[in-house]
């Protein structure tokens, strides 16, 4: 799909309101692996992806398709078990269709999670690292999610897109970290469609720019930014890119899935602690 319509976005949020009595005013997008923040959840409500009108459908393997309603911390959110990606085949306004569904449903704050590969050297497997630019390839060329009508009910034709990683938040989480003692990362996330990973000749392309790079986030965090939602956002860095082309190191899906569940409590502990702090 190209374009929806402000009604479709409301259509689906219409019926999520049926199905829970929460109204929270933060969500977190859970990334590949990274869905086991769900098991924190109390008072859970699910809602299958598959039951709300107009949501697209989860295919891999990882993503389960849920969006779950709860509190954590004590804090009411909403949880999306799941997110949605140009290399299924989706066009960047269906990648993003949950996020209007959210701001519809009164959402403020987004927090966006993500498993990326280590192009900054300094970075190891296990790092956590704190998005504050990006750099969105397929939106620089013509696959972007604000493309087409614009949706004036969210916000203007033209948005300012250096001030999308929201600077408050990104403050609060840092000063957290350092009471846990925990070693946040900080850098630029580039965007890719995939899905392969990376050609040796690109990853050195990409370490001269950003210090990870991934296959989602950009979208999401652009359309809420367009709809005024504050957006953090942070990558699990999974494996180390790697430059040459004759290395027998290579990443792989499973590597990538069990590397997330390894730095899980790690993200989980922050988000934890940040939520009452928002
Ligand atoms: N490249 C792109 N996307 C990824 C990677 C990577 O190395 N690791 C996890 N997601």
Known sequence: MYAYTL????????????????????????????????QKLEYKDTIPYSE???FPVCTIP?????????????VPVCLLQGRFHLYEGHTPQTTTFPIRVLKEL??????????????????RVGDL???????????????NPLRGPNLNEHGP???????????????????LAQHQNLDLKEG????????????????????????????STASE????????IKVLAISTITNVCISDPTSNNTPSHEEVMTASQEIMPKLTTLIWELLPKI
């Open 106 to 123: 009164g959402i403020q704050t987004l927090l966006l999670t993500n498993a990326a590969g280590g192009l900054n050297p300094d970075f």
């Open 52 to 54: 709300i009108p107009h």
């Open 188 to 215: 630029t996330y580039a965007c890719v469609s995939g899905p392969n990973y990376e050609s040796a000749a690109e990853i050195r392309f990409l370490k001269n720019f950003a210090d990870a790079v991934g296959m």
């Open 157 to 175: 034709r033209f948005i300012a897109a250096n001030d999308i990683y929201n600077q408050k938040l990104l403050a609060t989480i840092k000063t």
């Open 129 to 143: 690292m704190l998005i504050n630019d990006h750099i969105n390839f397929p939106g620089m060329c013509g696959l």
């Open 7 to 38: 009604n479709q976005y409301q259509e689906a949020a219409r019926h999520i309101r049926t199905k829970t009595k929460y109204q929270p005013k933060i969500a977190i997008v859970l990334g590949s692996g990274l869905g086991e923040l769900a």
């Open 221 to 228: 965090a652009l359309v809420a930014h367009h709809a005024s």
């Open 62 to 74: 990882g993503h389960l398709g849920n969006l779950l309603f709860g509190k954590l911390n004590n």
